[in-house]
C-alpha cells in the first residue's frame, strides 16, 4: 500500500549509475560531444555525495541540533503547521518532439499539513512528521489517491526520507512528488547573508498576503544549497518556527503559512 521514495543519502548511487548508462547508450559519434558535460555531471554527483559523507562521519561529534538551533525546541508529538507548495511547471522535462507538450502550463498550488506524529530518541533522534492534502484556500487537492506522506526528519536535517501511502494498492507514483515537500538538507547548505526578503512566484502572493506571511530576515538563516543534480535550492528559515519560511527547489516554491 505504501511507496518510499529514494532518499537524500542513496539517490547519489543511482545517479552516478543512471549517467553512466545513460552516456554509454549515446552512438558512438556523439559521444565526444556528450563526454565533457557527462564528466560534470559525475563531479557534482560525487561533490554532492562527498558532502554527505562528511556530514555522517561527523554526526557523532556534533552536539547541537540543527533543529533545535533553528526552531528554538525540539519537535512534539501532535504539533501541527499549514504549508503551501507550488509546483513549478518546466517544460525541460516534457518530450520535445509534442509541441503540444512544449505548450505553457497553469503553475499547481496545495494547501498541506503537516503534524508530529512520532519522536524516535536516540544517538540520532528522528521526528515522523505526518503530511495531509487539504482543500482549502480555494486550492483543491492534487492527488486523492494519496492518503497521507510520512517524512522521517533526523536532528541534524541532514537527512531525510518520504514515505506515500496510497489509497489505491494498485498506485506506485504521486504527482505530489512533483512538489517540494521534504525539508532540504541543511547540514551541508552553505549559510549565507541575505538583505532582502525572497520574491514570491505570483501564484503564492495572495494566500501568502491572506496568512500575512512577512518573514522577518533579522531573526531568519538563509541557507544555499545544490542537490546530487547540481541544482540550487534555496531555504529561508525563521528562527522559532518549525518549518522554512521560503523553500526553492527545482520543482518549485514552498512557504509556511502557519503555526
Known amino acids: 500500500m505504501s511507496k518510499a521514495t529514494i532518499s537524500n543519502r542513496v539517490l547519489p548511487v543511482f545517479l552516478i549509475g543512471g549517467l553512466t548508462a545513460g552516456f554509454f547508450s549515446i552512438p558512438v559519434e556523439a559521444q565526444d560531444d556528450s563526454y565533457d558535460l557527462y564528466l560534470e555531471s559525475l563531479k557534482i554527483a560525487d561533490r554532492h555525495v562527498q558532502k554527505q559523507k562528511s556530514v555522517s562521519d561527523r554526526a557523532g561529534a556534533l552536539s547541537t541540533s540543527m533543529l533545535r538551533s533553528l526552531y528554538g525546541k525540539y519537535y512534539k508529538i501532535g504539533e501541527t503547521w499549514k504549508v503551501a507548495a507550488l509546483r513549478s511547471d518546466s517544460t525541460m522535462a516534457r518530450k520535445v518532439s509534442d509541441a503540444e507538450q512544449l505548450q505553457p502550463r497553469a503553475d499547481r498550488v496545495i494547501i498541506l499539513q503537516y503534524e508530529v506524529v512520532d519522536m524516535k530518541n536516540g544517538p540520532n533522534p528522528r521526528a515522523v512528521v505526518e ?129
Do not use: C, M
Open 131 to 259: 503530511v495531509t492534502q487539504l482543500n482549502e484556500e480555494g486550492y483543491p487537492i492534487v492527488d486523492a489517491s494519496v492518503e497521507k506522506i510520512i517524512l522521517t526528519i533526523d536532528d541534524q536535517l541532514a537527512e531525510s526520507t518520504a514515505k506515500y501511502i496510497f489509497k489505491d494498492t494498485k498506485k506506485t507514483a504521486s504527482s505530489l512528488e512533483l512538489f517540494p515537500i521534504e525539508v532540504p538538507t541543511l547540514a551541508t547548505a552553505d549559510q549565507l547573508t541575505r538583505t532582502a526578503a525572497p520574491d514570491l512566484p505570483s501564484a503564492l502572493k495572495g494566500v501568502a498576503s491572506k496568512h500575512g506571511y512577512n518573514p522577518k530576515l533579522s531573526q531568519s538563516s538563509w541557507f544555499e544549497e545544490d542537490d546530487a543534480f547540481g541544482r540550487a535550492v534555496k531555504i529561508l528559515w525563521q528562527h522559532g518556527d518549525p518549518w522554512p519560511a521560503y523553500l526553492k527547489t527545482s520543482n518549485g516554491v514552498s512557504i509556511l503559512l502557519s503555526k
